[in-house]
């Protein structure tokens, strides 16, 4: 039950809902069961212990709190699995059963010997969330019972439970505008970022809150900038972390515009080198299939002298 990870997905969700008071906002603006209002905020803690199962320990991340209700101190544990794959995984609902099953067996093998025995004896309740910020649609049942052939015919001899599913793309300015935490309601659009330069638009856009936010909170933030920056390959991060701590609003808005306008400029130039390596593929097959060198010139932009270039490659 390792939890270090090296997916840079994994590690900025993690640092984020390390935040109790993100985590407690991701519960409340979220996933909004209603039992939730039951729930004693004081008792919220994160565990020190994942579950990432052997099978399938390179997809996916963990976070894992525990909890009681108020009334009746049930013990909860929120089990939080953290996909970020761009294809939907259908076997998700069979995952979180292994996951559950991995979760009560510690739990079981940590109880005293002698309560575990007694008719009284109770286990947690494990409330899996799958928090999914992967570009495609999720169309994975959420109940286990429908991975079962012919599950409509069996009622409730069937094992079952149903997982709570967060989409990051679901989230936009209006839906996030009461979030709870200023952290989440960052992040959360970040999430959806398609490109550095929304990102940095984002970062324009919501300038007041990120000013707003605490030590501890702005820490959590400069962690994941710092990933998303390694991720899209732009030296942006440094003037990000001015942002976050600079105090002089001009100051603020002339850094912003810098960011956006050397974000743009790079997005440029990757766009160019694609379209120069697309022209060069095209010159190669072109020449394997001995086609005239004005033809070549004409459909790749590239000079005689460049294309002569690849000709000697071949």
């Not at 929120?78 to 996909?83: D, K």
């Not at 495609?136 to 015919?153: C, D, I, S, Y």
């Not at 997982?163 to 935490?181: G, T």
């Not at 379209?275 to 020449?287: D, G, I, P, T």
Request: hydrophobic content about 35%.
């Amino acid at each position: 039950m390792n939890g270090k990870t090296d997916n840079p997905h994994d590690t900025r969700m993690s640092e984020l809902f390390g935040n109790k008071e993100a985590f407690l906002s991701f519960l409340r603006d979220c996933v909004k069961a209603e039992w939730l209002d039951d729930l004693d905020e004081d008792s919220v803690k994160r565990s020190p212990k994942t579950y990432v199962l052997q099978d399938f320990a390179k997809k996916a991340a963990d976070v894992v709190y525990e909890a009681t209700l108020k009334k009746g101190k049930e013990r909860i544990i929120f089990y939080v699995l953290l996909e970020n794959q761009s294809r939907v995984d259908h076997t998700m609902p069979y995952r979180l059963l292994l996951y559950i099953v991995e979760i009560l067996r510690d739990y079981y093998n940590h109880a005293d010997t002698k309560k575990r025995k007694r008719k009284d004896f109770k286990f947690p309740a494990v409330f899996p969330i799958v928090f999914y910020t992967g570009s495609g649609k999720w169309t994975v049942p959420q109940n286990l019972r429908e991975m079962f052939a012919g599950h409509g015919r069996f009622g409730d001899n069937l094992l079952d439970f149903r997982y709570a599913l967060v989409d990051a793309k679901a989230y936009d300015d209006e839906s996030v505008k009461n979030f709870r935490s200023k952290l989440l309601k960052v992040m959360m659009l970040l999430e959806r970022s398609k490109d550095f330069i929304e990102i940095a638009e984002t970062a324009v856009k919501y300038k007041d809150e990120i000013q707003g936010l605490n030590d501890e909170e702005k820490r959590v933030l400069s962690v994941a900038l710092d990933i998303l920056n390694q991720v899209y390959g732009a030296s942006q991060s440094h003037d990000f972390k001015e942002i976050l701590y600079s105090e002089n609003a001009g100051r603020i808005d002339s850094m912003l515009t810098d960011v956006i306008a050397n974000a743009k400029n790079y997005e440029r130039s990757i766009r160019k080198e694609e379209r120069k390596e697309q022209a060069k593929e095209m010159a190669k097959e072109m020449l394997i299939d001995s086609e005239p060198m004005e033809k070549i010139m004409k459909y790749t932009k590239l000079t005689e002298k460049q294309i002569r270039e690849i000709e000697k490659t071949l």
